[in-house]
């Protein structure tokens, strides 16, 4: 199988990730499929996946709860910079910093644990960082534009845009996703 034409362009060593990635998934292999290992999802897959995922926001912050894995996400907006500690010591999520322009909330993402992907299986370096542009388009739709750069892995920025559809009254309750109970299987 071959790489969509709207995947992320990489570099010629990422490349050869991807083609390792690929060769061991194709052959049914758990080793690089981190969601079956009970991983959270990363930045910026979290944004894109098929499960439910409902958004909290208080003053300060904004906080994503997503049902695969039980990720979650937090995006301060108090005005904080990544400290140097934070930058030392990635997570699947980041770190997450954001503002308001007008509607739209900018969210700028970086410290990513490279033991997560782009999107798919698609592999990104130490050095890649997320921003995003999330707005509601209509009451119920929302919309995150998402720019991902790093300068190792991609030839060039990436973008993608994601929509979310509010779910009404009954079915907008996450479930505990529970992965622990099949790791021993996924070994």
């Known amino acids: 199988r071959g790489r969509s034409p709207d995947a992320p362009l990489l570099t010629p060593e990422y490349m050869a990730k991807w083609q390792e990635i690929s060769k061991s998934r194709i052959a049914g292999s758990v080793e690089y499929d981190y969601s079956a290992k009970c991983l959270p999802p990363g930045m910026p897959g979290m944004m894109s996946m098929a499960y439910g ?39 699947y999520a980041g770190y997450s910093t954001g503002r ?57 920025p990436w973008e993608t845009v994601k929509t979310y559809r509010k779910a009404g009254p009954g079915k907008d309750e996450l479930r505990e996703f529970a992965c622990p109970e099949g790791l021993s299987e996924a070994k």
């Open 100 to 156: 308001w322009e007008g509607d739209t909330l900018v969210v700028d993402t970086v410290a990513l644990h490279t033991q997560s992907f782009i999107e798919g299986f698609t592999p990104h370096s130490e050095e890649m960082t997320v921003h995003e542009r999330i707005r509601l388009v209509e009451p119920t739709l929302l919309e995150d534009r998402i720019t991902v750069k790093d300068p190792k892995a991609l030839t060039k």
């Open 53 to 91: 995922m409902e958004v909290m926001q208080t003053k300060d912050k904004i906080t994503f709860f997503s049902e695969l894995n039980d990720a979650l996400r937090r995006v301060y907006l108090d005005g904080r910079k990544p400290s140097a500690k934070v930058l030392d010591d990635p997570t």
